[in-house]
């Protein structure tokens, strides 16, 4: 397939124009958390001179570093959780045959039908009767078991011949040890791709840590942003920009390492 | 002597049944072994919550939660006849009518273009899926400055071409639109992505086919992707409503649900009557109106896409 050269023109025009809008929100914060005060104020577009200052101010007047490593943390507990728990169902849903799978196939199905948002009273008071409420286990427990994982991950180990699990049986091995040694190694490509789509999600969840946490210790990034952002006097634009930046540094390169592995991941797990 | 071997037989073909039986219990057994932590924490952070809320939205609480008074069906009596709750209702269905086309409409318009086998075509694809590594929180503040009413950019383009200044935030009138505007950009990353990978599962060969046929590019985006794309874009469409529905940080960050109600979506006002007013049964009552709207929203996804998405 060639393209005319006035084709492609059109193309790239589109593409540049749409590309320039899009990301124009967040070109405008990088640049503001660049400016000093006084530029913000007068209204400029790029910064007459480029500064820290709003970095440095940031991270001095909030536990900005302290959020980030609760964030981190509170991510990587839920990733981890996904990825042992969604591979263990779906381990089961594809390779141990037993009476009453399909019933509890449907009613992981199910799960998908009660949004969290609409179950937050009573979960909130489970974990404050738990006492878990501004713990790290309070922000990420509720989120280690997820269907979407399992439908994703079962999609995959679907893949893996029948015929190795046969083999296995017939050498008497044990299926925690084939799914330790042979499927999990087997399906890494899928498990990294749900790895970074729950790190992604976890990351930039902003409901759950704004009702189970009171205090900085465990606070996340998201509500942290949420603190500054409240807090700063409305001439500290730059200040809270610079926070804005800070918090989606870690997600963006995170996705642009792994947007083509997520894209068709995503689209697996989604439609077949 | 006959007897015996009839005997022994039947003994060994017990002896078979309970073995099978046994196998079959430890198979059992195993499965619910590998089931089990998920389940729970269904039962857990999921089943039971639902069940609750759905018990709570039929009494009065005290402050910490308790239930005190069973009064049937009053809250939701009181939900459904008080204006504040049925402005919420209005507003989220009009969020969702904002949001979902306008989301859908611009995804696959960047989906089709970012489609095409060009040079440097993957920059592009990373720029237009960058929204889905913004956080609601992030993307808050950085709307919240081009919304800002002398400072922002919007405003400031109305000056430039001599219009007056719109309180994108504050005028009632406009305040939903806004926080639609922002919410269509922080979703199309993620319905972006999805489209792009089911544009480029369409087998190649129905293009070329068409080339040869000497049918026209619009022609084919009309004949042969969308109609192939359709499964995908189905189940984009449903994930947009959902997540309209259950939008609540950027109202949070932008608005606190005003002005005048205008933005207080329905997880707002749950948040809102429950952590903030106390008043656990009626946002127990409200929770109950949002699963229901979810539930029918998924069974129209699994019946009406039935055909396309397989699960077994």
């Given amino acids: 397939m060639t393209m005319s050269i006035s084709k492609k023109l059109v193309f790239y025009l589109l593409l540049t124009v749409s590309a320039l809008l899009l990301f124009a929100p967040a070109i405008v914060a990088f640049l503001m958390s660049f400016m000093s005060s006084q530029d913000i104020l007068t209204g400029k577009i790029l910064p007459e001179t480029w500064t820290l200052d709003n970095y440095i101010k940031a991270f001095e007047r909030f536990p900005l570093f302290g959020y980030l490593m609760n964030s981190f943390i509170v991510s990587l507990l839920i990733t981890l959780g996904q990825l042992l728990l969604s591979s263990m169902a779906a381990y089961a849903f594809v390779f141990l045959e037993f009476k009453g799978r399909d019933t509890l196939f449907f009613i992981f199905i199910a799960t998908m039908m009660i949004p969290f948002e609409a179950s937050i009273i009573p979960n909130f008071q489970t974990i404050r009767g738990l006492d878990l409420l501004n713990t790290y286990t309070g922000l990420s427990l509720p989120f280690f078991a997820v269907a979407f994982g399992t439908f994703l991950l079962r999609q995959h180990f679907k893949q893996i011949p029948k015929e190795l699990k046969e083999a296995s049986e017939i050498t008497g091995m044990g299926d925690v040890k084939f799914y330790l040694t042979v499927v999990l190694p087997v399906a890494k490509t899928s498990l990294v791709t749900l790895g970074v789509y729950g790190f992604l999600t976890s990351w930039n969840m902003y409901l759950w840590p704004l009702l189970s946490t009171t205090d900085d210790t465990v606070r996340t990034v998201q509500i942290g942003l949420k603190q500054l952002q409240s807090q700063e006097q409305l001439n500290e634009w730059g200040v809270i920009m610079a926070g804005g930046l800070i918090v989606v540094l870690p997600t963006l390169i995170l996705l642009f390492l792994g947007q083509k592995k997520l894209q068709k991941g995503l689209t697996e797990g989604a439609i077949k | ?312």
């Avoid at chain 2, 400072?151 to 639109?177: C, Y």
């Avoid at chain 2, 086919?209 to 874009?233: C, F, H, Q, V, W």
């Fill in chain 2, 1 to 312: 002597m006959k007897e015996a071997v009839v005997l022994q037989e039947q003994y060994r073909k017990i002896d078979f049944l309970k073995i099978k039986k046994k196998q079959k219990r430890i198979r059992f057994v195993k499965g619910m072994l590998f089931l089990l932590p998920s389940m729970i924490l269904f039962s857990v952070f999921l089943f039971y919550p639902m069940a609750r809320t759905l018990y709570l939205s039929f009494f009065l609480t005290d402050n910490s939660g308790a239930t005190t008074v069973f009064v049937g069906l009053d809250n939701f009596k009181n939900i459904f006849t008080s204006p504040i709750f049925l402005k919420s209702l209005q507003s989220t269905f009009l969020f969702v009518l904002y949001t979902v086309p306008g989301t859908i409409v611009i995804s696959l318009f960047l989906a089709v273009i970012a489609n095409e086998k060009l040079k440097g075509i993957s920059l592009f694809r990373m720029i237009f899926s960058s929204t889905m590594g913004i956080s609601v929180a992030a993307a808050s503040v950085f709307w919240m400055f081009l919304f800002h009413p002398t400072m922002g950019w919007f405003n400031q383009l109305l000056e430039a071409v001599g219009l007056e200044a719109i309180g994108w935030l504050t005028d009632p009138k406009w305040a939903l639109i806004s926080v639609s505007i922002s919410t269509i950009w922080m979703n199309l990353g993620f319905t972006f992505l999805i489209l792009l990978g089911g544009l480029q599962s369409i087998d190649s060969h129905l293009y070329e086919s068409a080339e040869i046929d000497g049918a026209s590019y619009l022609y084919k985006l009309r004949r042969i992707t969308i109609p192939m794309l359709s499964p995908t874009l189905f189940f984009v469409i449903t994930v947009s409503f959902i997540n309209a529905f259950q939008t609540f940080g950027q109202i949070d960050m932008l608005t606190r649900g005003g002005p005048q109600n205008e933005t207080n979506l329905l997880v707002y006002s749950i948040y809102q009557e429950a952590f903030e007013n106390y008043q656990y049964g009626t946002a127990s009552a409200q929770a109950v109106v949002l699963f229901v709207i979810i539930l029918l929203m998924t069974l129209l996804q699994f019946k009406l896409g039935e055909r396309k998405v397989h699960y077994q």
